[in-house]
């Protein structure tokens, strides 16, 4: 989960979002103040009984443009998901909702979730917003629970070496790491930086996300390709 702001936004707090003037409307655009898309969206998170953990916010320096990361503490394990959020008075991009354990929010309009949604600044978007966010939010409960049963099954689910060195050929052939990265996941897999258990699934799925740092941003496919390989020599093994 990433909030990366290097191409003029600038991290700031929430209150600052109040302070934001906003353009006037015109009959084809219709701004939305950017502490009004936070609101309405911790709202329904809220709501459905999710609780935030960690808030990060950014600004471009004429505050036309907002990028915002929500962190969200997981009742089924040590990891969390997140809500990634865009917001721009300047007619650039959309509004924009992200959900996921995979979520990227940059300021150079890079913008990627498991799931997303996008809206133009509209009259009827920001009369339909408030429900609309409420609709996507009101899932996010059930994803998350198949989401941990699914990783339940990887830390279930044994690999020796030899099949770990499959595995992460597998992803090199399925293009999910390159060859420089062949030695990072290794690496992590025999010595991980972080407590992910004993040699699971869960592991090498950790040390792949670990080596791939970033590219999941460019290429979003990488996660559900990545997810292909660690499902099927779970699959295979428990067969």
């Given at each position: 989960?990433?909030?990366?702001?290097?191409?003029?936004?600038?991290?700031?707090?929430?209150?600052?979002?109040?302070?934001?003037?906003?353009?006037?409307?015109?009959?084809?655009?219709?701004?939305?103040?950017?502490?009004?898309l936070?609101?309405?969206?911790?709202?329904a998170l809220?709501?459905?009984?999710?609780?935030?953990?960690?808030?990060?916010?950014?600004?471009?320096?004429?505050g036309?443009?907002?990028?915002?990361?929500?962190?969200?503490?997981?009742?089924?394990?040590d990891?969390t998901?997140?809500?990634?959020?865009?917001?721009s008075?300047?007619?650039?991009?959309?509004?924009g909702?992200?959900?996921?354990a995979?979520v990227?929010?940059?300021?150079?309009?890079?913008?990627?979730?498991?799931?997303?949604?996008?809206?133009?600044?509209?009259?009827?978007?920001?009369?339909?917003?408030?429900?609309?966010?409420?609709?996507?939010?009101?899932?996010?409960?059930?994803?998350?629970?198949?989401?941990?049963?699914?990783?339940?099954?990887?830390?279930?689910?044994?690999?020796?070496?030899?099949?770990?060195?499959?595995?992460?050929m597998?992803?090199?052939?399925?293009?999910?790491?390159?060859?420089?990265?062949?030695?990072?996941?290794?690496?992590?897999?025999?010595?991980?930086?972080?407590?992910?258990?004993?040699?699971t699934?869960?592991?090498?799925?950790?040390?792949?996300?670990?080596?791939?740092?970033?590219?999941?941003?460019?290429?979003?496919?990488?996660?559900?390709?990545?997810?292909?390989?660690?499902?099927?020599?779970?699959?295979?093994?428990?067969?």
């Amino acid at each position: 989960m990433t909030l990366l702001l290097h191409r003029g936004a600038e991290e700031c707090d929430y209150a600052r979002l109040h302070e934001v003037a906003i353009p006037d409307a015109t009959p084809s655009h219709v701004p939305l103040p950017h502490n009004a898309l936070v609101d309405m969206t911790k709202y329904a998170l809220g709501y459905y009984g999710h609780e935030i953990v960690e808030e990060h916010h950014g600004i471009t320096k004429d505050g036309m443009r907002y990028f915002g990361l929500l962190t969200l503490k997981s009742p089924y394990g040590d990891y969390t998901d997140a809500v990634g959020l865009r917001n721009s008075n300047d007619k650039k991009f959309p509004i924009g909702i992200a959900f996921g354990a995979q979520v990227f929010v940059c300021d150079n309009l890079s913008f990627h979730g498991d799931h997303v949604i996008r809206r133009k600044h509209t009259a009827n978007s920001k009369r339909d917003l408030p429900g609309l966010v409420a609709e996507v939010v009101e899932p996010l409960g059930e994803y998350r629970k198949s989401q941990a049963r699914t990783f339940d099954h990887y830390r279930a689910t044994a690999l020796t070496d030899r099949t770990a060195d499959h595995v992460i050929m597998q992803m090199f052939r399925d293009d999910i790491i390159n060859v420089q990265r062949i030695a990072t996941v290794a690496n992590q897999w025999d010595n991980p930086e972080h407590d992910w258990g004993d040699k699971t699934a869960w592991r090498m799925f950790n040390a792949a996300t670990f080596a791939l740092n970033g590219r999941v941003a460019g290429n979003p496919a990488v996660t559900e390709r990545l997810h292909n390989v660690i499902n099927g020599v779970c699959e295979r093994i428990a067969a």
